[in-house]
């Protein structure tokens, strides 16, 4: 349960994440390629069964 809303937080951050505002523009794509890697990395620990 804890990792399904983990899981969906990070997805709304990612989405959040990307260049789409005039504002954020200048950022690139590193704030969503961060928690991209983020959310890689606790789908594959919630796979394999580690946390």
Do not use: K
Request: proline content about 6%; overall charge positive; hydrophobic content about 60%.
């Amino acid at each position: 349960m804890l990792y399904t809303i983990l899981i969906i937080l990070l997805i709304l951050a990612l989405i959040g994440g990307l260049p789409a505002w005039p504002y954020s523009t200048g950022w690139g794509y590193y704030p969503s390629g961060g928690l991209g890697l983020i959310l890689l990395i606790v789908i594959i620990l919630a796979l394999t069964g580690r946390a």
